[in-house]
T-cell receptor, first 112, second 115 residues
Framework: DVKVTQSSRYLVKRTGEKVFLECVQD?????MFWYRQDPGLGLRLIYF???????EKGDIPEGYSVSREKKERFSLILESASTNQTSMYLC???????????FGQGTRLTVV | AQSVTQLGSHVSVSEGALVLLRCNYS??????LFWYVQYPNQGLQLLLK??????LVKGINGFEAEFKKSETSFHLTKPSAHMSDAAEYFC?????????????FGSGTRLSIRP
């Protein structure tokens, strides 16, 4: 079974803090994704990586950055957390197109 | 560019009734299409996928979906709803031309089942 592991289920951070959300997958997938999920808005793509050190902006990249130094790990960085970044964050990975993405359990981030 | 529209943010049906969740997509290239389900406090789980083979796709838990190119639709159905089907359902699209492609999701439909 594919396993996508997000480092935390729940996080509480203060406004202005630098926040790291970590995601690790164990299936040697090339593609990895970060989404945020908000009620009524579904999943919105923040960033996408199709290989080590390669990244592409999604629909809502403002206020976020990413790092992919190793194939199995994809980190989402909030440079200076703000209250409007309070959300559920979902990481996913997939092999090359023609198959689905596999999701982690999500990290619920609260910025106070 | 790709996009997905899910009609109806909330659908409520009686146990045993037909479930119909609507999804329309936009894609400039032949798409791959997916339906995912999310139970409370969990990640997303794949229900079924269309990848240019048969247009009628069967998935887990008795769900199926039909790809209709002329209508740009990929509606999800189940003949008889069960209480355990209560969850949020997401339709997603991915361009089928590249090994490095984004997956775009709709806004989701919450399915409630009445006893």
């Amino acid at each position: 079974d594919v396993k996508v592991t997000q480092s935390s289920r729940y996080l509480v951070k203060r406004t202005g803090e630098k926040v790291f959300l970590e995601c690790v997958q164990d299936m040697d997938h090339e593609n990895m994704f970060w989404y945020r999920q908000d009620p009524g808005l579904g999943l919105r793509l923040i960033y996408f990586s199709y290989d080590v050190k390669m990244k592409e902006k999604g629909d809502i990249p403002e206020g976020y950055s990413v790092s992919r130094e190793k194939k199995e790990r994809f980190s989402l960085i909030l440079e200076s957390a703000s209250t409007n970044q309070t959300s559920m964050y979902l990481c996913a990975s997939s092999p090359p197109a023609s198959t689905e993405a596999f999701f982690g359990q999500g990290t619920r981030l609260t910025v106070v | 560019a790709q996009s997905v529209t899910q009609l109806g943010s909330h659908v409520s049906v009686s146990e045993g009734a037909l479930v119909l969740l609507r999804c329309n997509y936009s894609s400039s290239v032949p798409p791959y299409l997916f339906w995912y389900v999310q139970y409370p406090n969990q990640g997303l789980q794949l229900l079924l996928k269309y990848t240019s083979a048969a247009t009628l796709v069967k998935g887990i838990n008795g769900f199926e979906a039909e790809f209709k190119k002329s209508e740009t639709s990929f509606h999800l159905t189940k003949p008889s709803a069960h209480m355990s089907d209560a969850a949020e359902y997401f339709c997603a699209v991915r361009p089928g031309y590249s090994s490095a492609s984004k997956i775009i999701f709709g806004s989701g439909t919450r399915l409630s089942i009445r006893p």
